[in-house]
Nanobody, 121 residues
């Protein structure tokens, strides 16, 4: 019942920046956590950055100091500012939102469709 729309992916040279956005819509009673995950070719999906409703953030070691996750709670949107991009950041990035649905009154775990980020050498 919760839909996520991602945007902001693209192709950028190493050292460049991109800002990903993910907006959640639907009958959302609450959002408990939002995050970004990525999956590179031949690799497992991994957590990149997460943020809880209380503002606690966690970053993968590989992106610490370069990526920043933030939210606009009024718009149910999560962002991922990616700076100093490296070729190894190339992956499909997925946003994730967890919370309680106002329709079912149970927890939901929604995923975006993914946005491609390609970093050239």
């Amino acid at each position: 019942q919760v839909q996520l729309v991602e945007s902001g992916g693209g192709l950028v040279q190493a050292g460049g920046s991109l800002r990903l956005s993910c907006a959640a819509s639907g009958r959302i009673f609450s959002i408990n956590a939002m995050g970004w995950y990525r999956q590179a070719p031949g690799k497992q999906r991994e957590s990149v950055a997460t943020i809880t409703s209380s503002g606690i953030t966690n970053y993968a070691d590989s992106v610490k100091g370069r990526f920043t996750i933030s939210t606009d709670n009024a718009k149910n949107t999560v962002f991922l500012q990616m700076n100093s991009l490296k070729p190894e950041d190339t992956a499909v990035y997925y946003c994730n939102v967890r919370g309680i649905s106002s329709i079912t009154w149970v927890t939901y775990d929604a995923w975006g469709q993914g946005t491609q980020v390609t970093v050239s050498s």
